[in-house]
């Protein structure tokens, strides 16, 4: 007889968001170790994944959003890591700076998508503005 043993899940879920304003500008927030990216983080236990796209959202960058459409998914294999995304517009708040962001603010795509440096973020945001993209599935290591 073989025994199975159940393994605990090891991965990491996160949710992100592209939000964009009236003015068609991206909401980005500066890290403090990854630098300008879009808010997002963690899904916690019993949340939404676009639950947690609204409420890091918030907590990062002062702003409410309204999710327009579920974007995709980046999966880091070797990480253990799924990144969902979401495209949202803003519906209220003020940009406001946390812990987990230096700087918050507004700015034209084009800006925007130059001031993003960290791994494939920028990326990521390039994909969900193009509606020809999405949904998509994108495995790296």
């Not at 959003?65 to 999966?75: D, T, Y």
């Not at 920028?122 to 193009?130: A, F, P, S, T, V």
């Amino acid at each position: 007889m073989v025994l199975k043993v159940r393994v605990t899940p090891k991965h990491i879920i996160s949710a992100a968001t592209v939000v964009l304003n009236d003015k068609n500008e991206v909401l980005l927030i500066k890290g403090p170790r990854r630098g300008w990216e879009m808010p997002g983080g963690q899904v916690e236990e019993g949340e939404s994944l676009k639950g947690a796209a609204i409420r890091e959202t918030k907590e990062e960058s002062g702003i409410d959003v309204e999710i327009v459409k579920f974007c995709g998914v980046f999966q880091n294999v070797s990480g253990s890591i799924c990144n969902t995304l979401f495209l949202a517009r803003a519906v209220g708040g003020t940009p406001t700076t946390s812990p987990e962001s230096l700087e918050v603010g507004f700015y034209p795509v084009e800006q925007a998508l130059e001031m993003v440096t960290y791994m494939n973020f920028r990326e990521r945001i390039g994909y969900c503005l193009k509606e020809e993209m999405i949904p998509f599935y994108i495995e790296f290591n």
